[in-house]
């Protein structure tokens, strides 16, 4: 699976932003989907993630109730939908595939496939 994420940028804080993975690959669908992010001299953080269905996306502490995950199977995207940025949002934000089922997809150990990271800078 190559993944690539898309739709970073800059915003101001309270602003929205929706980025987008598109895969490639025929077996999309069976994966879970997730989202982490990294600021430089931190740990890769997790955001989100959506399991092969769809219906049941869980999140970081830190951005629920503000993004929400989606997936398009016929289209092979996965796209998170972040409203009320703050400035501690910015970060480079990456998307990952995997199978394996730990810890409902929050570690970086249940991924197996990583894109190249989109920056989203949130100014205050």
């Known amino acids: 699976v190559q993944l690539q994420a898309s739709g970073g940028g800059l915003v101001q804080a309270g602003g929205s932003l929706r980025l987008s993975c598109a895969a490639s690959?025929?077996?999309?669908?069976?994966?879970?989907m997730g989202w982490f992010r990294q600021v430089p001299g931190k740990e890769r953080e997790f955001v989100a993630a959506i399991g092969w269905s769809g219906r049941t996306p869980v999140y970081a502490d830190s951005v629920k109730d503000r993004f929400t995950i989606s997936r398009d199977n016929a289209k092979n995207t996965v796209d998170p939908q972040m409203n009320s940025l703050k400035p501690e949002d910015t970060a480079v934000y990456y998307c990952?595939?995997?199978?394996?089922?730990?810890?409902?997809?929050?570690?970086?150990?249940?991924?197996?496939?990583w894109g190249q990271g989109t920056l989203v800078t949130v100014s205050s």
């Open positions: 690959g025929r077996t999309f669908s069976s994966y879970r």
């Open positions: 990952a595939a995997g199978t394996t089922y730990r810890d409902y997809g929050k570690v970086r150990e249940a991924y197996d496939y």
